[in-house]
């Protein structure tokens, strides 16, 4: 499937993730830091969930440590690299695809969560023409991200 024709700013759509995430980043305290980030090529409407499910695992996934988060883009050529770090409990390394539906990488008495979260962002990303991974291991810094092309005649993030 084409990626759909549209633009939008990916910052402002993450600041709309986090203020979806105001209940959970009061309750644990976690700090989101999220920099300058591009305007992308997309379908302005579904970037939202593509976005929302990082940060809420970065939250759920960080062990007994305060959440801290950060969001940062990468520009390469005609692409943006848009990355979610945390410093959580991280991926196995022996995990291959985090991102098959229902692939819990948890059992349910750790963590509650249906398993489709990740399998979402991956088929919202594609359908945007975009790529989703996962890095990160145990002892190291985990996160995500989301390769993007941007809008057309922008190169530049956006801070506002």
Not at 28 to 38: F, M, R, S, V, Y
Not at 45 to 59: E, H, S, T, V, Y
Not at 65 to 86: C, H, L
Request: proline share 8%; glycine share 10%; with cysteine.
């Amino acid at each position: 499937m084409a990626p759909p024709s549209d633009a939008f700013d990916s910052r402002l759509r993450y600041q709309e993730a986090v203020a979806d995430l105001e209940v959970r980043t009061e309750g644990t305290g976690a700090e989101i830091e999220i920099g300058p980030l591009p305007r992308v090529a997309g379908d302005s409407g579904r970037p939202r969930q593509l976005f929302q499910n990082p940060l809420d695992n970065a939250i759920t996934y960080s062990g007994d440590r305060t959440p801290r988060i950060s969001v940062f883009a990468e520009y390469d050529g005609p692409r943006w690299m848009v990355s979610v770090r945390d410093r959580g409990i991280g991926i196995d390394p022996s995990e291959t695809d985090p991102f098959r539906v229902f692939d819990r990488l948890h059992g349910r008495e750790e963590y509650a969560g249906t398993g489709i979260g990740l399998a979402l962002c991956r088929r919202i990303a594609e359908r945007h023409g975009a790529r989703a991974s996962a890095a990160g291991s145990r002892s190291a810094s985990p996160g995500g991200a989301i390769t993007v092309d941007s809008a057309p005649d922008d190169d530049s993030p956006s801070d506002d």
